[in-house]
């Protein structure tokens, strides 16, 4: 019987989950299914609800229903604990069981894809919302020389820094974007969402170290970011891997088999 499985968020019409757990399933042989589903701003708990009663055996979550999956799952994984978000839901009949596959799709697409270890790196974390506080302790767990967290809103870096500060060895402080000027780095990380609007980041050129990996953690477009890190020799990669690698991951805790990515990456890359 085949199991079911989706996508929910709202909008959704632009996600290419389906296209990439169709693709793990036929590279491993498993027999699911995979669909996309808008759920009403008001109505996500609801359409839970109705998912498990259909059969589901799991969905992965994007915005703007992170927190309330984190809220609705009734076992919570580690790293969806410490994210303060969830972005994969798996139903075994008993609980809700929350997972955050996001930071470890990012540390993948780093380290395995594009071969750049973290361990020992000057990284700058730009953003302080729900995609940043995802990747914040895969990236602590890494080991880097340093991790900077800048955002306009200092509060909201500082409440992020005071959740791993004392759990961590790594150097880890919080800087005001106007006080980026004298530091560089060798990582720098957009976890904001200013490409969705092309809205330019206000930041100092000179973070870009010689051999910097500029990472937009968003895929399918040219931003600002991206435009300002090229313009100073800084290798640039969208947020495609991550999507992918964070998919196999959530696959990987449904099916327990891990397919293969880079395949999937040339291919998702020729379908756009």
């Known amino acids: 019987m085949t199991d079911k499985y989706a996508v929910i968020g709202n909008p959704i019409e632009h996600s290419k989950s389906p296209l990439i757990h169709q693709a793990f ?14 759920a009403p701003l008001d109505g996500f708990v609801e359409k839970i609800s109705e998912l498990i009663k259909l059969g589901y055996k799991g969905v992965n979550i994007t915005v703007p229903f992170k927190l309330q999956a984190f809220q609705l799952a009734t076992k919570l994984s580690a790293r969806a604990q410490y994210a303060g978000a969830v972005n994969t839901l798996s139903f075994n009949g008993v609980d809700i069981v929350g997972d955050n596959t996001d930071g470890a799709g990012l540390v993948r697409d780093i380290e395995d894809n594009l071969h750049i270890p973290i361990a020992g790196k000057r990284i700058l974390l730009i953003g302080a919302g729900g995609a940043a506080e995802g990747v914040l ?5 890494c080991k880097p020389a340093l991790l900077v967290i800048t955002n306009r809103t200092l509060a909201k870096a500082e409440a992020m820094l005071s959740k791993v500060k004392a759990q961590t060895e790594t150097s880890v402080c919080v800087c005001g974007l106007d006080d980026l000027h004298t530091q560089q780095f060798d990582i720098v990380i957009n976890a904001t969402s ?37 313009s100073h ?28 990515t880079p395949v999937v990456m040339l291919m998702i890359k020729e379908s756009t």
Request: proline share 6%; hydrophobic share 40%; charged share 20%.
């Open 25 to 38: 399933a036929k590279q491993t042989k498993q027999d699911i299914s995979y669909e996309k589903i808008l």
């Open 137 to 141: 302790h895969p990236l602590l767990a």
């Open 233 to 260: 020799s800084a290798q640039v990669v969208d947020g495609l891997g991550m999507l992918v690698e964070q998919a196999a991951e959530a696959f990987y805790g449904w099916r327990g088999i891990r397919p293969m």
């Open 194 to 230: 200013t490409g969705l609007s092309d809205t330019a980041l206000p930041l100092p050129s000179t973070i870009f170290s010689q051999d910097c990996l500029a990472y937009d953690m968003m895929y399918g477009r040219e931003t600002p970011f991206m435009c300002l890190a090229r």
